[in-house]
């Protein structure tokens, strides 16, 4: 069945201030632009990429292209009339592009028909692109990296330029922007691999993706700290926690009856004898906090020697650099007069013999000696900061030692304190059980407060395991519907396949593997081209099998519905690395013979300064035949 998403242009005026200096018709099928090198034809067929949405690389732009002010495409997208318009800024900037539905005609009455649409989308309108696909009827296609496929993606494809290696399928594109992915996405998603259910399916995807995604790194980071903390996560175990801590609470108020109905069974004896404990564990901590103390000064110091020392180090490593860097300077200055009397010093035939003293020059003496003392420095270098590091591991580690120990000082002095104002046992058990009392009820208090989080998380798992459920589900029936369409891949490559050999046949022989060539194939991710498993030939030659395949995809997207790429090819290399005239014309009459069996709407925009006699008319000819000194803006 043949495909019904076309793209014809029917008139480009470009305009500079209020002059027009470019305002040619153009029809379905063959468009040939066609004059002299360097008369503008390049320039013409860049602005009406970026006309229609595409970027021109800021390198790219051409003076005369930036002295234009405006551009104005008539086309037709699936045979209904627009007219877009497109400032020209600068070469940097990436202005709106104004839509009018219906003829250039009615645009230019109905100043009340335009809309604007901006190169990036917002939540009141759509990007430029997307209004394109839109008008196209397509679905708008993001990659495996989730960006969108753009107008300017899809010219990639469709238009051919000179810049770009012959080698190559698509536009090239800075290195940061080409993506093995979003080459991928522009061929399979105009190719017709990638269905719409494959397409739902990898948005959906790629949404429930960034949402697991998202609850994942969520998760992970309470996690992490409920793990360091050691806290309960979920409802049910705090609810646990609760339940034990409040059997505790119980079973302490019991022991607190106990002791209030046996008063008189506490002795006083008790408390001197955890009062000496005591008294003996704060002796041996200070002891041992006043140990640490001496070996971190200690360190302190050997940590300051050392530090002392490396810079002593550097400090010679780095005059003993100058010293060789000094050293190979003069062994190279021939001396006339002799520095100390100032007599000329006579010619020193032996190169061997200083020129001064006439002394036997000692080779390598003093390069060996360097390389000694750099090697002996070196190995300082690297023992002292060995050395270091273990000193300054040392240090943090009796830091955090002094502390912890000062620490539990504090609290053993605390306890005395506090035993030394009893007067009893008795008021000893009851002032412990009303602390641990206090602390399990704190305790208590404290999980309350965590059950709302708790309960978050609950809902945040069961979020992920369902959107886990989702994922498998989408993976699924995605790695099914890719299995189908790897017949609908075979079939289109083998239709490619067999139109580029019958072009490559028609070259004329000039390219020997050309004429018995038994298989084409391509590949999207690679960008890369393949004839019989080979991907190189002559310069001209790859100039031909890359110009066969984008008019073998055309002639095939024409008479397949499924294809996506909207029937619209502009070539502008066709005489790229030394073509020769003989060749470039044979393929333009290649190009109309194989055109003149379509049937559908297509549209192919050409430019070459080796026109076909046959080319050369109004028939297929846009403007006149651009001599010598001319140039296609008329400024």
């Not at 040619?24 to 229609?52: A, H, P």
């Not at 640490?292 to 360190?299: C, V």
């Not at 000193?391 to 304190?417: F, V």
């Not at 404290?446 to 989702?470: C, H, I, M, P, Y």
Request: include cysteine; hydrophobic fraction near 35%.
């Amino acid at each position: 069945m043949t495909n019904t998403t076309t793209l014809n242009i029917n008139k480009v005026v470009i305009k500079a201030g209020t002059k027009t200096v470019y305002d040619e018709n153009f029809s379905n099928g063959l468009n040939v632009i066609r004059g002299f090198n360097g008369t503008g034809k390049s320039t013409i067929m860049e602005l009406i990429s970026y006309g229609l949405g595409a970027d021109i690389k800021k390198h790219n732009w051409k003076k005369e292209a930036l002295d234009c002010t405006e551009i104005t495409i008539s086309l037709d997208l699936n045979k209904k009339p627009y007219v877009f318009k497109r400032k020209i800024e600068s070469a940097t900037s990436k202005p709106l592009i104004e839509m009018f539905e219906g003829s250039f005609q009615e645009s230019l009455i109905k100043h009340e028909g335009w809309t604007s649409y901006k190169n990036s989308k917002s939540e009141a309108r759509k990007s430029y692109s997307m209004q394109f696909f839109s008008l196209l009827g397509l679905e708008q296609h993001n990659t495996a990296d989730s960006e969108s496929l753009t107008i300017h993606q899809l010219f990639r494809l469709l238009y051919i330029d000179q810049d770009t290696p012959a080698s190559k399928i698509f536009r090239t594109e800075p290195f940061i922007y080409d993506k093995e992915s979003m080459r991928k996405a522009i061929g399979e998603y105009t190719f017709g691999f990638d269905d719409l259910e494959a397409h739902s399916l990898r948005q959906k995807l790629y949404v429930a993706n960034k949402q697991f995604d998202k609850l994942e790194d969520e998760l992970r980071t309470i996690y992490k700290v409920l793990g360091q903390t050691n806290i309960k996560a979920t409802s049910k175990e705090i609810d646990q926690d609760i339940n034990s801590l409040t059997e505790d609470l119980l079973k302490l108020e019991t022991q607190r009856e106990l002791i209030l109905s046996n008063k008189g069974s506490f002795q006083d004896e008790d408390i001197q004898k955890k009062s000496k404990i005591l008294q003996e564990s704060i002796s041996k901590q200070s002891k041992l906090i006043q140990k640490l103390d001496s070996e971190y000064i200690a360190t302190i110091y050997d940590i300051s020697e050392s530090e002392e020392f490396l810079k002593a180090l550097e400090f010679r490593k780095s005059s003993l650099d100058q010293a060789s860097l000094t050293s190979s300077y003069l062994e190279h200055i021939a001396f006339k007069y002799c520095p100390s009397c100032l007599t000329e010093i006579k010619p020193q035939s032996d190169e061997n013999k200083c020129c001064l003293c006439h002394s036997d020059k000692k080779a390598n003496t003093v390069n060996e000696t360097y390389i000694q003392a750099l090697n002996e420095l070196d190995f300082q270098l690297s023992e002292t900061k060995q050395m270091l590091s273990k000193e300054l591991k040392k240090k943090a580690e009796l830091q955090s030692s002094i502390k912890g120990h000062k620490e539990t000082l504090h609290h053993l002095r605390a306890n005395l304190r506090e035993i030394s104002n009893y007067s009893s046992d008795y008021e000893i058990k009851l002032t412990e059980l009303a602390k641990e009392k206090g602390y399990i009820e704190a305790q208590i208090s404290t999980l309350k407060d965590r059950l709302d989080l708790a309960a978050t998380l609950d809902v945040k798992r069961e979020q992920k395991a369902a959107l886990q459920a989702n994922l498998t589900r989408y993976e699924d029936k995605l790695r099914a519907t890719e299995a189908m369409r790897a017949s609908r891949i075979k079939s289109v490559k083998n239709a490619i396949s067999e139109e580029v050999l019958e072009i490559l046949k028609a070259d004329g022989g000039v390219e020997p593997a050309f004429n018995n060539a038994e298989r084409f194939d391509f590949d999207f991710a690679t960008d890369s081209l393949r004839l019989d498993d080979r991907a190189n030939f002559s310069a001209s030659s790859n100039v031909i099998l890359k110009n066969a395949f984008h008019l073998a995809t055309l002639i095939v997207a024409v008479r397949d519905n499924e294809f996506r790429l909207p029937c619209f090819m502009m070539f502008d290399n066709i005489e790229d690395k030394g073509m020769k005239e003989a060749r470039s014309q044979n393929f333009q009459r290649i190009i109309v013979d194989k055109i003149s069996e379509l049937k559908g709407s297509f549209q192919i925009i050409m430019t070459t300064s080796m026109v076909d006699d046959t080319l050369n008319n109004d028939e297929y000819g846009v403007g006149p035949y651009y001599e010598k000194g001319d140039h296609t803006l008329n400024f």
